[in-house]
């Protein structure tokens, strides 16, 4: 079974940086689009960015400039590289992927696990 294992969270002060990684175990054929979501306590999930196989992404206007995604399709493997954090950006972050080819057959999306950030001074 396909699974996507996150690491790279933790607490920074505000202005800090924090890399995230997230990576699809399993014998994998090819992924579509890999990215990042995020969840405030109280709040509704946020799109953070994305990525697609040809290395287009997109984000979110609250993070543009100061985020930035990439992936490494031989290692199925996604990033979010994380500067001049603010503590608004204090979340779960969940990293998921789509059309997800592998030997356990299709799977349109899959989810991580999620990984804290606390960004607070």
């Known amino acids: 079974q396909v699974q996507l294992v996150e690491s790279g969270g933790g607490l920074v002060h505000p202005g800090g940086s924090l890399r995230l990684s997230c990576a699809a175990s399993?014998?994998?054929?090819?992924?579509?689009?890999m990215g990042w979501y995020r969840q405030a306590p109280g709040q509704q999930r946020e799109l953070v960015a994305t990525?697609?196989?040809?290395?287009?992404?997109n984000y979110a206007d609250s993070v543009k400039g100061r985020f930035t995604i990439s992936r490494v399709n031989a290692r199925n493997t996604v990033y979010l590289q994380m500067n001049n954090l603010k503590p608004e950006d204090t979340a779960v972050y969940y990293c998921?992927?789509?059309?997800?080819?592998?030997?356990?057959?299709?799977?349109?999306?899959?989810w991580g696990q999620g990984t804290q950030v606390t960004v607070s001074s």
């Open positions: 998921f992927s789509e059309e997800v080819y592998s030997t356990n057959g299709y799977r349109s999306e899959i």
């Open positions: 399993g014998t994998i054929f090819s992924i579509g689009v």
């Open positions: 990525i697609t196989s040809p290395g287009l992404t």
